[in-house]
Nanobody, 121 residues
Framework: QVQLVESGGGLVQAGGSLRLSCAAS????????MGWYRQAPGKQRELVAA???????NYSDSVKGRFTISRDNVRNTVYLQMNSLSPEDTAVYYC???????????????WGQGTQVTVSS
């Protein structure tokens, strides 16, 4: 079993900052990449940022320059530092991991349950 547990969401004023964390645990052979997606009411889930096991990053244009993704490979944990937040960033943020559980398995996507980020003003 693989579990992804997010933390760090909450309520913040426009212009403020939040730091999200996501820890992957369970039977994991290899992680290809981890990332963050978000979904606002009435909207489809969209990629926010992702990072490979080698450290290559990818950002949505809407967050580039404001958000920073990082990873601790030893702890299988990914972080999202969010600065200069605006009400348009309000959404449920979901952690994602692309991994294989055993050497003979293929890579699959796993998801956390989500953490709410609300930006006021």
């Amino acid at each position: 079993q693989v579990q992804l547990v997010e933390s760090g969401g909450g309520l913040v004023q426009a212009g403020g900052s939040l730091r999200l964390s996501c820890a992957a645990s369970g039977t994991i052979f290899s992680i290809n990449a981890m990332g963050w997606y978000r979904q606002a009411p009435g909207k489809q889930r969209e990629l926010v940022a992702a990072i490979t096991s080698g450290g290559t990053t990818n950002y949505s244009d809407s967050v580039k320059g404001r958000f920073t993704i990082s990873r601790d490979n030893v702890r299988n944990t990914v972080y999202l530092q969010m600065n200069s937040l605006s009400p348009e960033d309000t959404a449920v943020y979901y952690c994602n991991a692309n991994l294989k559980r055993y050497a003979g398995f293929s890579f699959h996507d796993y998801w956390g349950q989500g953490t709410q980020v609300t930006v006021s003003s």
